[in-house]
């Protein structure tokens, strides 16, 4: 089924099935999970093609693609969880996050589904917080509850444990980076626990699945996608609240930094981000009228883009050309085609054989490298 400019898609069970297996295939990510089923037309038309695709992108065997039974068990597992695993459109799976073209196309949910369909701001910043940070980030999360926001944030220790506690009455999601029987950090089982009552979690990640470093950064542009803006309290150079920033801005969202102490390095990345063009904000009327105008705006789901469709007879001086463009650094799409003098479908079919094969690594910014 493919996803509807508007209004709300509700999959069949036989559908939900076919979406679990490609996603979980290897080598399927969001993008390439919404070309695969624009071009084919449904996730098990998609399915049938794996093998031959990888083949043409090099792989020696393809990759692994999961099967009936694996799904079937999946959605028994999530059942007895109380997760369910819903689409874009479907009741449950946050608006905004649906609007954007990485979206999952299937997000495990648990907990007060109606609270991931209210207008969300996410609140993040370092786990080895100070005092003021904490305190500051509660009473900022307890007002925007107020205000009629839910906040959202990633679990951890820190700022993110502190936004999430001063929210429990007025709704609190927390984004998590592994499977939903995979609390990280583990002593925050309990506080989670406490959220579901009223609030939410949400995880792309499979049952089972235990979070590694990668998966932070994933389980970031989560955090920021299923919100209007993300307001970082305090961030050290290089902290994951400034990749949540980074990805935020990407995505359109509105970033907001807390300023703090120059001599306090938790204060570093948070008073970097205002002079490269953060909103800085002191309370949480700061946010609440930045973020009004956007309110506003209807939010509609879209179609893949079918202006540049997927050519799937690329000839074999395109793909060796293509091919040859590539290398370990990341080049864009638009320098990917015009460098190779062919059509946006013939490179984004070769692109997508080659991701199948395993030999093509996707970064933010639409920018591509192989493996």
């Known amino acids: 089924m493919a996803i509807e400019p508007s209004g709300m898609t509700q999959l069949q069970d036989a ?3 076919d979406w679990l297996r490609l996603i979980r295939s290897d080598h399927i990510g969001p993008r390439t999970f919404r070309s695969l089923v624009s071009h084919f037309g449904s996730a098990g038309a998609a399915l049938e093609r794996l093998p031959d695709l990888a083949r043409r992108g090099g792989a020696a065997r393809p990759g692994r ?8 068990g999946e959605l028994a597992r999530c059942r007895q969880l109380g997760v369910s ?4 459109g479907e009741t449950g799976y946050p608006p905004r996050l649906a609007a954007l073209d990485g979206a999952p196309p299937l997000l495990g949910v648990r907990g007060a589904l109606a609270v991931l369909m209210r207008p969300m701001m996410a609140v993040v910043g370092s786990r080895n917080a100070s005092g003021a940070g904490l305190k500051f980030a509660a009473k900022l999360a307890h007002d925007l509850g107020q205000a009629g926001f839910v906040i959202a944030s990633g679990l951890a220790r820190g700022i993110d444990q502190a936004a999430h506690r001063a929210s429990l009455g007025s709704g609190t999601a927390a984004v998590l980076a592994g499977g939903h029987d995979k609390v990280y950090p583990p002593e ?3 506080l989670l626990a406490t959220m579901l009552e009223s609030g939410s979690a949400i995880s792309e990640m499979a049952l089972g699945h235990v979070p590694r470093a990668r998966d932070f950064p994933r389980r970031n542009r989560l955090i920021s996608g299923i919100a209007l803006g993300v ?3 305090e961030a050290a150079h290089r902290s994951g609240s400034l990749i949540t920033a980074r990805i935020a801005a990407e995505q359109g969202r509105e970033v907001f930094a807390v300023p703090g102490s ?9 008073n970097e981000l205002i002079k490269q063009g953060a909103t800085l904000i002191t309370e949480a009327s700061d946010v609440i009228n930045a973020v009004a105008p956007i309110m506003e705006r209807p939010i509609e789901l879209h179609e893949p883009d079918r202006t540049e469709p997927l050519d799937f007879e690329p000839d074999a001086g395109d793909r060796a050309r293509i091919v040859e463009l590539l290398g370990p650094s990341p080049i864009g799409l638009d320098d990917l085609i015009r460098m190779a003098a062919t ?3 013939i490179v984004r079919t070769v692109l997508l054989e080659l991701e199948l094969a395993g030999r093509l690594e996707r970064h933010g910014g639409g920018l591509v490298s192989l493996v």
């Open 15 to 17: 559908e939900r099935i």
């Open 65 to 72: 693609i999961c099967s009936e039974d694996e799904a079937r």
């Open 85 to 88: 695993l819903v689409a874009p």
């Open 188 to 190: 925050h089982e309990d």
């Open 231 to 233: 307001v970082v309290v």
């Open 262 to 270: 120059p001599l306090d390095p938790r204060a570093a990345g948070t």
């Open 343 to 345: 059509s946006p479908g």
